[in-house]
Nanobody, 117 residues
Framework: QVQLVESGGGLVQPGGSLRLSCAAS????????MGWYRQAPGKQRELVVT???????AYMSSVKGRFTISRDGARDMVHLQMNSLSPDDTAVYYC???????????WGQGTQVTVSS
């Protein structure tokens, strides 16, 4: 079993920045992918960015150049630095983890990001 705890959401004005963090604990495989999905009201959950234990990243096109994911392998944490935020980024952001061996996916409880003036 793996637990994911997110932090760092909130309200920010357009053009502002926020940093999200996610800490994983429990029975974590040595190789895994972590990342962030988001879900806006009335929309499907969508992939924002992932990072592997080999530090390979994959970003959705609309956040490239604005969002940066980083990984603290020693603590099984990931951070998402979000800059130049726009109202379109408003959503609940969910941390995600999947090991390379197990088919099971793990999700955090979600953290609200609201971009509004």
């Amino acid at each position: 079993q793996v637990q994911l705890v997110e932090s760092g959401g909130g309200l920010v004005q357009p053009g502002g920045s926020l940093r999200l963090s996610c800490a994983a604990s429990g029975s974590i495989e040595s190789a895994y992918v972590m990342g962030w999905y988001r879900q806006a009201p009335g929309k499907q959950r969508e992939l924002v960015v992932t990072i592997s234990t080999g530090n390979t990243t994959a970003y959705m096109s609309s956040v490239k150049g604005r969002f940066t994911i980083s990984r603290d392998g020693a603590r099984d944490m990931v951070h998402l630095q979000m800059n130049s935020l726009s109202p379109d980024d408003t959503a609940v952001y969910y941390c995600y983890l999947k090991g390379y061996t197990s088919p099971r996916e793990y999700w955090g409880q979600g953290t609200q990001v609201t971009v509004s003036s």
